[in-house]
T-cell receptor, first 115, second 110 residues
Framework: GAVVSQHPSWVICKSGTSVKIECRSL??????MFWYRQFPKQSLMLMAT?????????EQGVEKDKFLINHASLTLSTLTVTSAHPEDSSFYIC???????????FGPGTRLTVT | QKEVEQDPGPLSVPEGAIVSLNCTYS??????FMWYRQYSRKGPELLMY????GNKEDGRFTAQVDKSSKYISLFIRDSQPSDSATYLC??????????FGSGTKLNVKP
């Protein structure tokens, strides 16, 4: 199956700083990438959908100025958490699909801890 | 009302048991139904995919979709301790957005 990588897998940052998370599709072209947030013992909460070369579409309640998403190429999307606060601490997971595909390939996730 | 409802469990069964996991949904437009398995601190991995109503079998796993009842199931036969994980159902109508259940945590005891 296709592989999606995320980097870093775990990051600790201080309150007020920004953190960038990378999501890469390693062996296929990801026309669409999704960013999810997952709280302990809860399901995936979709934050935004990004298509290569387009602005991301954010879900209601997700601050686009706080969670900056860039999908610059067919293999790379980035999520930048700006001015992070402790309440932003969570597990962030990206996924990617090819054109018209039902199959989402998930990255391994990034655990963000804001102190 | 949530788009997709799933009992969070936890569900604890002995090794070898048949496991039944279920989701209900409210949007009749959903056409594509998926089951994912997620181990702790890992990203989900696709287990089964079904289009519209019907059954699909893959080894020890069987997925069922009943669109008339808006109800989907995943059955695991001869469950193994390695099946212990959280199982998430997901569905979509156009691949632009996927709706996930909250996940059911399964524990298979040796």
């Amino acid at each position: 199956g296709a592989v999606v990588s995320q980097h870093p897998s775990w990051v600790i940052c201080k309150s007020g700083t920004s953190v960038k998370i990378e999501c890469r599709s390693l062996d296929f072209q990801a026309t669409t990438m999704f960013w999810y947030r997952q709280f302990p013992k809860q399901s995936l909460m979709l934050m935004a959908t990004s298509n290569e070369g387009s602005k991301a579409t954010y879900e209601q309640g997700v601050e686009k100025d706080k969670f900056l998403i860039n999908h610059a190429s067919l293999t790379l999307s980035t999520l930048t958490v700006t001015s992070a606060h402790p309440e932003d601490s969570s597990f962030y997971i990206c996924s990617a699909t090819g054109t018209g595909s039902y199959e989402q390939y998930f990255g391994p996730g990034t655990r963000l801890t804001v102190t | 009302q949530k788009e997709v409802e799933q009992d969070p469990g936890p569900l604890s069964v002995p090794e070898g048991a048949i496991v039944s996991l279920n989701c209900t949904y409210s949007n009749s437009a959903f056409q594509y139904f998926m089951w994912y398995r997620q181990y702790s601190r890992k990203g989900p991995e696709l287990l089964m995919y079904t289009y519209s109503s019907g059954n699909k079998e893959d080894g020890r796993f069987t997925a069922q979709v009943d669109k008339s009842s808006k109800y989907i199931s995943l059955f695991i036969r001869d469950s193994q301790p390695s099946d212990s994980a959280t199982y998430l159902c997901a569905m979509t109508n156009n691949f632009n957005k996927f709706y996930f259940g909250s996940g059911t945590k399964l524990n298979v005891k040796p």
